[in-house]
């Protein structure tokens, strides 16, 4: 009995990576238990992680909320109907990657669920009352100097562009630092020039640009955590003063009284990016701006409606996309026609408005430097011109504003590229009989590792991480 | 009746908070007040909690006029934090606790108290959500809703004002959501019915922030998944214009609808004089003519 296992030769799978926006959900997911743990300690994170938590696992947790035991996972299961099996499984994973939730036995022998205890206590402590009170909450005397929301908004939005155009290389390059170019660099978002040592933009780096402000801003500051370890700051200290900010009111002066020295530093980034502002390093206070309120709402693009002001008029979209692939862009920023220029061919440009059309080529173009498809949709939609928001398509609300002809196309030209997937695996043929094969396949299949299979040519593929255990099985099998 | 497979992008929450000294759990117990406050303010706010974009407004209605406990007409409150709350739910906590107290304070000390204004109220939340609506930014999808709790028992003196709101309710795909402390109440719940909405009437008001999270929390498009109370039967009695009492059978003007208990020659809604007064004549029958 023999069976010989080939190497398929492995191709360069993924020649351009896409940049990787990971939210908190995720972020945390690939922290390890212990980190998260910590973090629990903190309420902003509760109720941070609770906002990003699917719909019905939020509701499964305020159920569980004011219960002091472990509830059945029979129970929990009946709250939600049938028909909805799917989304409820994924709720449920959801709770338990990100350990809000632990299974703990029942006296009667059945598994039950029971919320984190800390989680329980610190999300009680947010939405009741109770506890210490956050660290930057200390009273002031009213600030002679207040400053109003629009000042803030634009002093925050010069701070981020400044980050931006200092990435696209414009002519600007002062008021960053040392620090922030570092963060940049780190991120793989610029790269050092191999002659002269200046920082230049990488694909990701344009990647980076096409997203929403909010995103940027946290994609940065996930690296800046990771960073953070390294200058001896704690990164759980960190993210609960990110989340406090969020949850901060816009125009509101708060104090920096009782912060550690640790999180004066990080304080003193923030206020560089634009996330806070200060008049005077030692004024003692200082007001979140908009950047910082943003955090957390990377998911919901939506920006937040009703009570809270509008962002001023520079803020609002831009764009007009029309059915015959034009766009037109009501915009002076050279950043924001660089970002056009990546994926739309420009034709015209007045002191107001710039115009372009989407082509097959130069979407490709787009496509070949790793943007995807979703990422300029999402572009297009997020900076649509509020005219573009307003015109309803033949009565119907479609889930995107863009013409859906556009939509399908770029979505088109980019699986025309996608037609072959690679996958690493390892070829199992020459099988001496039937049976020998079936019995491989089947325990490769049960295992989830089979990748492709012919029963003619008795031959199977099985990826490369299945590939050990599944030779460990078939000697053992070949053996008996 | 709303939008149901669409999330929405925001939802708007109207708590009608019924605060009528006449409420019979308040005549027997004046503190268990502050209790069903207590839950209504947390519910409140983990409403806000569930997602940054929610927005909230408490009325408070009773039986002299009703008035917005939250969001506080002009400038909001400066508060504090004092504890580990998040400071918008201090914020929500503290503005209804003082204009609630203002409210109170404000009622007429002769009168004796009568019945509390729903329907003023609930219209004045109405007229809320359609401004939310106007103010809201280009694109974004609102579903609102509209969540009563009171103690009242039912009256249909405001009858026809209850239908006008529930019908304006169900063309601005409103809910409306009641939640009985006491009695059962049927115009209200014909309301919810009308509206797509939930009635509830809680068992007993110990465990009542537990009742208010359990069903009113999920939103309109997360209802059709959980699993929660149906609708049961509902008493679609009208009550008469001109008694204001619940019929079966009655009088119904041919013009305007009105329903009378009582036969009257003009409508007084419409002033429509009827031709054929009294109860039909029995028509006599015509004789056959002879060939």
Known sequence: MSESSKSKSSLNLNPSPTLQCKDLHEYLKSRSPQFLETLYNYPTICLAVYRELPELARHFVIRLLFVEQPVPQAVVTSWVSQTYAKEQSKACEALSELSVWQEAPIPGGMPGWMLAQSFKKNLKVALLGGGRPWSMSSSLEPDGKARDIAFLDAYALERWECVLHYMVGSAQTEGI?????????????????????????????????????????????????????????????CLAFLYQLSFSTLGKDYSTEGMSNNMLVFLQHLREFGLVYQRKRKAGRFYPTRLALNIARVRGSAPCAGLVPQPPQQQQGYIVVETNYRVYAYTQTNLQVALLGLFTELIYRFPNLVVGVLTRESVRAALRGGITAQQILHYLNQHSHPQMLNSETGGIRATSVLPPTVVDQIRLWETERNRFTYTE???????????????????????????????????????????????????????? | MADDDAPSDSSLLVIVVDTNPNQRYITEDPKLLTGCLDAMIAFANSHLMQKSSNLLAVIGCHFHKSEFLYPSPGKPLDVRQIDGQYELFTL??????????????????????????????????????????????????????????????????????????????????????????????????????????????????????????????????????????????????AACFCHRELLTIGYVCSVCLSVFCKFSPICTTCHTVFKTGGPLPIKPKKKKMKV
């Open chain 2, 92 to 237: 929500v906590e503290k503005t209804i606790k003082m204009r609630l107290v203002n409210l109170i304070k404000s009622q007429p000390q002769d009168d004796k108290p009568g019945e509390s204004l729903l329907a003023g109220a609930l219209a004045m939340g109405l007229c809320f959500i359609s401004r939310m609506r106007r103010e809201a930014a280009p694109g974004i999808r609102m579903s609102s809703r509209i969540l009563i709790v009171t103690g009242s028992s039912d009256t249909a003196a405001q009858y026809i004002n209850y239908m006008n709101v529930f019908f304006t309710a169900q063309k601005q795909q409103v809910l409306i959501d009641v939640c009985s402390l006491d009695k059962h109440l049927s115009l209200l719940q014909q309301g919810c019915d009308i509206t797509g909405g939930l009635y509830l009437k809680v068992p007993s008001l110990e465990g009542l922030l537990q009742y208010l999270l359990w069903v009113f929390l999920p939103d309109a498009s997360e209802r059709g998944q959980l699993v929660l109370p149906g609708r049961g039967r509902v008493d679609y009695r």
């Open chain 1, 177 to 237: 630092s040392a620090d922030a170019v570092r963060i940049l660099l780190h991120a793989g978002l610029m790269t050092r020039d191999a002659d002269d040592g200046s920082a230049v933009i990488t694909r990701a780096g344009f990647q980076f640009l096409l997203l929403s402000t909010a995103k940027q801003v946290w994609l940065f500051l996930q690296h800046y955590l990771h960073t953070a370890e390294k200058r001896s700051l704690s990164a759980a200290e």
């Open chain 1, 425 to 480: 695996g390892v070829v199992y043929n020459h099988f001496l009989s039937q049976a020998d094969f079936a019995v491989l396949r089947d325990y490769a299949k049960s295992q989830g590792v089979l990748t492709w299979h012919s029963e003619r040519g008795r031959t199977m593929v099985v990826t490369r991480a299945g590939h050990d255990d599944v030779k460990r099985y078939w000697k053992k099998h070949s053996k008996s």
